[in-house]
């Protein structure tokens, strides 16, 4: 089609609805599949639910996410839909944002470790067991630790604390575990710290004091002749071995924690000093979280093993082996290792590696195989786990370009912008889609120019701005990409988003059953320009989202909730309270062997009163002031009660967004609620 590009200024307005009927030609050049055609299993791929996902996450034939709570031991119908688990919090009272837990993901993820170092430690005929610890920074709460220690006690685990709060808690809870299991004692250290550790030792409790600086030798004596109680003391040991990357910080000669090879050299001649070389069992190093591959990770645990063999040359009545953490998880399902978000090996290939490494050293030194230990957090918790919060309002970048469709009087604009407009008009006609973003960004800037000088009305610079979205749009320069506003704060709840760049599987929990129409990316709820996830797994810049429908019930826009996987990890201790949003509701789920589920406790997310004492106000104080206002101006009638009773509610509300079209219904024949 020939188009004449000196078409007269005086003429162009009016072209411009011809204009998009000609370019929309060429945007639907290649037609959408028929969305009919759809199908939860292409869903599933779209999200990658079927690289990340296994064992513990699907899409069922509803289009809901199941969560498999037996790994692949579970039986078809004993996956849970976590749709059906989310209304039935809901019904319980328990409003989103909310963490919901599965403790026999949990007893699974443990198993499943103990299971991958036995059958190494059988194939290899390694002379000694494994036994693993829980680092419970990963995680502090009560009721993970208690399941940790509960579902780890057939197979001595442990844990581990890198706090004087930490030991404590590590302690109460292994009263109930194993006699055998390892209390391992990280971290720096003062005094105090030494005597707790020491004295769990009196209490029976099989405690490790790891020195992490050459310093805490002396505390460590100190106490240890005060009590009168021998301790059992490990290093940790500062190799040369690291990774690249965010998690391999903590490694190598220039790491924060562990001892070089001359200063583990000055703590055994101490101790020999002291004719306490048989106090020295342990030896503990760190490649770094997130070990890419079973080959960095070999590298780590020769040069840590010939470390080993060397003490034991010295003297020292070693018996353990502490590979640290590092034990990754796949957050994108690339198996790839190329990335902070990835690893390239299975658990069964990672436990292999650390026996096989271990058993050539030790052999080749001609020294016992020592036990194996390893505090892998990441790996227990990540999976056990599901933030699910909710879409409130679409928009396209937070404003609706499908009502910005006046085209902007050409005779209002300078000579330089309508020279802009003149070139831009050619250039889309022609589909010239890299002249085009060149020259929507010159017409801009020219019309804002004008708008500063007082010379365009604020109507003429919003046409503007349809005009050249709309042509970008129609080129296919540029997709629309919406922002949805989600009722979450990234701060409290995602907080390793925004530190560190860390990204989790974020996908809808439901409606995959429909091809989702639209991208976008998260907007939360904090005044903070930060506040937004607009980074996703597969390096994408949005996610395939479904259009918000209206509730049929006629409560304004039907939920639409959205969940992210893998972060059981950090991700609770990490969050802070940025705007004063606090922590989010939590529901612990137990699946029935005989099908549905139990939710064995409710707890509510914290209310404004509760983040407003955690910042030092009082409540009680708050309201006691508002009353007096409320006196002075209202008067002490029914009005003022009224306004006093809405201060009051509000104070034991939490501070997120509460729905009018909230979650309905419960969550499926005969699932039950133990508080």
């Known amino acids: 089609m020939a188009v004449d590009t000196a078409v007269s200024p005086q003429v162009q307005p009016y072209a411009f609805a011809s204009l998009g009927s000609t370019l929309q030609v060429h945007a639907a050049a290649t037609p959408p599949s028929s969305a009919a055609a759809w199908s939860p299993l292409h869903s599933e791929t779209l999200y990658r639910v079927d690289r990340w996902g296994p064992p513990y996450f699907a899409v069922n034939s509803a289009g809901d996410i199941s969560v498999r709570p037996f ?28 963490v919901v837990r599965f403790p026999d993901v949990l007893r699974n993820r443990l198993e499943s470790i103990q299971s991958a170092f036995d059958s190494a430690i059988e194939s290899r005929g390694y002379g000694a067991h494994f036994q693993g610890v829980y680092p419970v920074k990963s995680n ?27 030991l404590l808690l590590a302690m109460s809870c292994l009263c109930s575990g194993s006699p055998d299991a390892l209390l391992i004692c990280n971290g720096f250290k003062d005094a105090e710290y030494v005597s707790l550790a020491l004295v769990a030792k009196k209490l029976q409790f099989n405690s490790v004091i790891v020195l992490e600086e050459e310093d805490e030798l002396d505390v460590v004596i100190d106490a240890g002749r005060k009590l009168g109680i021998r301790p059992v003391i490990g290093l940790r040991a500062k190799l040369r071995t690291k990774h690249a990357g965010h998690f391999g910080s903590t490694s190598g000669e220039k790491g924060k924690f562990g001892l070089t090879t001359a200063q583990i050299l000055r703590v055994v001649k101490k101790l020999g000093q002291f004719e ?57 399902g690339s198996r790839s290792g190329d990335s902070d978000m990835s690893v390239s090996y299975s658990l069964h290939e990672y436990a292999s590696t650390v026996v096989k490494t271990v058993a050539f050293v030790c052999d080749r030194n001609s020294v016992k195989h020592p036990m194996i230990c390893s505090e892998s957090g ?29 085209s902007p009087c050409v005779e209002r604009l300078s000579d330089d912008a309508r020279a802009a407009y003149n070139s831009l008009y050619a250039a889309a006609m022609r589909n010239e889609r890299e002249r085009c973003v060149f020259l929507t960004d010159e017409l801009k800037g020219r019309c804002v120019e004008q708008f500063k000088e007082g010379n365009l009305e604020m109507e ?55 091809k989702p129409e639209l991208r976008g990316f998260l ?32 409560g304004g826009a039907a939920a639409y909730y959205l969940g992210m996987f893998l972060g059981g990890a950090y991700e609770e201790a990490l969050g802070g309270i940025h705007n004063l949003f606090g922590r989010p509701s939590v529901a612990r789920v137990v699946a029935q062997s005989s099908g549905g589920f139990v939710v064995k406790s409710a707890v509510a997310g914290a209310s404004c009163g509760e983040v407003l004492r955690a910042m030092g106000h009082r409540p009680e104080t708050v309201l006691e002031t508002l009353r007096r206002r409320v006196e002075e101006f209202v008067g002490d009638g ?32 005969g699932d039950e609620a133990e508080e």
């Open 276 to 332: 306490m070389l048989d106090c020295l069992q342990l030896l503990h190093f760190h490649v770094g979280s997130q070990i890419p591959s079973t080959s960095l990770l070999a590298d780590g645990i020769v040069e840590a093993a010939q470390i080993y063999c060397e003490l034991f040359r010295h003297g020292a009545a070693m018996q353990f082996i502490d590979v640290g953490g590092g034990l990754g998880i796949d957050y994108d």
């Open 378 to 406: 990441r790996a227990i918790v990540s999976h056990h786990s599901v933030l699910v919060f909710e879409a409130v309002s679409e928009s396209f970048n937070g404003d609706d370009k499908q009502k910005r469709t006046d």
């Open 638 to 669: 029914g009005a003022a009660g009224t306004v006093m009773e809405g201060f009051s509610s509000c104070l034991g509300n939490m501070p997120y967004l509460a729905r009018a079209a909230a979650m309905k219904g419960g969550g499926g024949d």
């Open 460 to 514: 003429e610079l919003a046409a503007v701005d349809g005009f050249c979205d709309f042509i970008e749009n129609a080129v296919g320069v540029s997709d629309e990409i919406m922002a949805y506003h989600v009722n979450l704060s990234v701060f409290t709840s995602i907080p390793d988003f925004w530190g560190i760049g860390q990204l989790f599987p974020i996908i809808p929990i439901h409606r995959l059953d429909e």
């Open 523 to 554: 907007s939360d709820l904090t005044c903070d320009s930060d506040g937004k996830i607009d980074k996703f797994i597969g390096s994408e810049a949005s996610l395939p989202l479904h259009k918000l429908v209206e509730d049929t019930g006629g």
């Open 140 to 166: 502090q709460d009560r009721f993970v630790v208690e399941d940790i220690v509960e579902f780890g006690s057939g197979f001595r685990f442990g844990l581990e604390s890198g706090s004087k709060p930490e």
């Open 71 to 98: 790994g692949d031991d579970t039986l078809p119908h004993q996956e849970i839909d976590l749709l059906k688990v989310v209304k039935k919090a809901s019904s319980l009272g328990l409003q989103l944002p909310l």
